[in-house]
């Protein structure tokens, strides 16, 4: 052995006895490798099959389902080796039934009013002496928060619904809608940048003495919902009107709108598309009553609800929090159709579920806690979140990211990353460590989501959606058949890179 040799040897010996980090930095690395080499698709795929499968009825927020799929999810985090932390200052706390050991903690509940539709309900249109009966599902779907209905009515297209008179804009100059049906468009033509919600339209409505409406995406897609991937279907939808302003309303397809704004069947050019041309180019009013006529029939039965947020830890050294989100629910089972919710949200559920089970098997523990959050009551206004962030389980000023999982399972196989609070460099450098660098677009503040209450709280956020067009969105054919086990695998190490630098290397 040359002297050369020598020196080196014993400077690394020397550089491994004086610094421990060394040591420690490759264990630590070999932690991250066995952790990211254990993520199974597979898994993955099966408790979304279990999540969207029938036992579970599409997970309504506030309904029995939402509790039988807490408990399951609970279970799954006790068995992945999470702590179910006790939680004294949700409004309720109530027992998850879990194991002979009297744990009852872990979750985190609020009553909230649900709303069910029973499976009569009818939607007819025709003329006075024909109404013809539609397809629930293909052709409409109720308004989920809609109240009851026996109505019937002419029906009147209102443009995109939109009353502003300051703004000069009036969709309902030149037409008489009282005690008749109004059918509007879905979201706002672009010379009017202004806020105008479907609730706001509603009310606008029934203050012009509507009785009902119907609603529908316009044949002209704008930029964003040809991105999005939006179709002429009837969606699930929360029309988040107050109970005492709303009336009864339906989502219908875009060719049953053309149906009913066509003097006769199969005309050409569609009228429809070209009223949403002109009111696309000038705000001026393109109301005109339709030789329509429309009754709605069902009962809507409000019940109050238990809604149940699923919280398991992995605990941390530190002061520090960081938290790992995903909602549970979906849309149940309105009108006797199942919404699977397979993408949205099983898969992201799936997703945290997965990574938990990685990182408990990681030697040390991290320095931040990791809070692993199953979410209710996302689809009814972020619901589960706001119960959240306004009775946190730790202060919401030690914590120090929310990391948030909202369809996982479908698109083109890019991972699309929202960060607000953070330097976004990070997140590129989260997707080298999971070796998927190439796959992620990253943007700034992401509308909608979990992560929306903790931002507006002053936490850091990073939600992770997977990318491109997910054609099942808010639809009955969300199952598992068409889950790209391949996606959720990228996702799955995204998360839990992210997550890793987060609690571990902070
Ligand atoms: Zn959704």
């Known amino acids: 052995m040359n002297t050369w040799r020598i020196r080196t040897l014993t400077c690394l010996m020397v550089s491994l006895v004086m610094n421990p980090q060394f040591i420690l930095a490759e264990s630590s690395e070999t932690s991250f490798q066995h952790a990211i080499e254990s993520l199974s698709s597979d898994r993955m795929l099966a408790d979304i099959r279990t999540l969207s499968g029938p036992t ?3 997970r309504q927020g506030g309904t029995k389902d939402d509790l039988d799929s807490a408990r399951w999810v609970a279970h799954e985090f006790l068995s992945a080796g999470l702590r179910l932390p006790r939680i004294r200052n949700g409004s309720l706390i109530i027992p998850l039934l879990i194991g002979k050991d009297g744990a009852t903690s872990g979750a ?14 009818v939607l007819r249109i025709g003329k006075t002496n024909g109404l013809t009966t539609k397809q629930p599902g293909t052709d409409y779907l109720p308004i989920f928060d809609s109240p009851s209905a026996d109505i019937q009515g002419q029906i009147v297209f209102v443009g995109y619904g939109i009353v502003d008179s300051a703004r000069g804009i009036d969709d309902y100059a030149g037409v008489d809608v009282n005690n008749r049906i109004v059918l509007f468009l879905r979201g ?6 202004h806020p105008f919600s479907h609730a706001d339209k509603v009310q606008i409505a029934q203050d012009h003495g509507a009785i009902g409406y119907l ?37 219908i397809s875009t060719a049953l709108a053309q149906e009913i704004l066509s003097e006769s069947k199969g005309e050409l050019p569609d009228r429809l598309h070209a009223l949403q041309e002109r009111l696309n180019q000038s705000p001026s009013s393109q109301a005109v009553p339709s030789n329509q006529f429309a009754s709605l029939r069902w009962e809507t039965v409000r019940e109050e609800g238990l809604l149940i947020n699923v919280i398991g830890m992995i605990p941390g050294t530190g002061p520090e929090t960081v938290i790992v ?4 629910d979906h849309f ?28 408990t098997q990681v030697e040390p523990p991290p320095s931040r806690t990791i809070l692993f959050i199953s979410f209710s009551g996302e689809e009814h206004d972020l619901l589960g979140s706001r119960l959240y962030t306004s009775r946190p389980i730790v202060p919401l000023d030690t914590t120090k990211a929310m990391i948030n999982i909202d369809h996982a399972g479908v698109g083109n196989g890019r991972l699309t990353v929202g960060v607000t609070g953070f330097e976004k460099d990070t997140f590129l450098e989260a997707g080298k460590t999971a070796g998927v660098h190439d796959k992620i677009d990253l943007y700034g503040f992401f509308p909608g989501g979990d992560h929306v209450p903790f931002k507006e709280a002053g936490v850091p956020t990073v939600t992770v959606v997977s990318g491109g067009v997910h054609p099942h969105f808010h639809r009955p054919t ?14 799955a190490r995204y998360v839990l890179a992210v997550t890793w630098g987060q609690a571990y290397e902070p």
Request: charged content about 15%.
């Open 56 to 58: 579970f009825n599409g």
């Open 108 to 121: 985190m509940a609020t009553l909230v009013p649900t709303a069910t539709m029973p499976s009569d309900s």
């Open 188 to 193: 706002k033509p672009e010379h009017y940048p």
């Open 215 to 251: 609603t529908a995406t316009g044949p002209v897609l704008s930029p964003y919902e040809i991105r999005r991937g939006v179709t002429g279907n009837p969606s699930a939808f929360y029309g988040q009107v107050p109970l005492e302003l709303a009336i009864p309303g339906a989502w």
């Open 325 to 328: 989100g995903a909602h549970r």
């Open 332 to 359: 149940g089972r309105p009108g006797g159709i199942l919404f699977p919710g397979a993408d949205d949200n099983a898969s992201g559920t799936a997703v945290i579920l997965e990574v938990a089970r990685a990182l």
């Open 478 to 491: 969300d199952t598992v058949e068409t889950i790209d086990p391949e996606i959720l695998h990228t996702v």
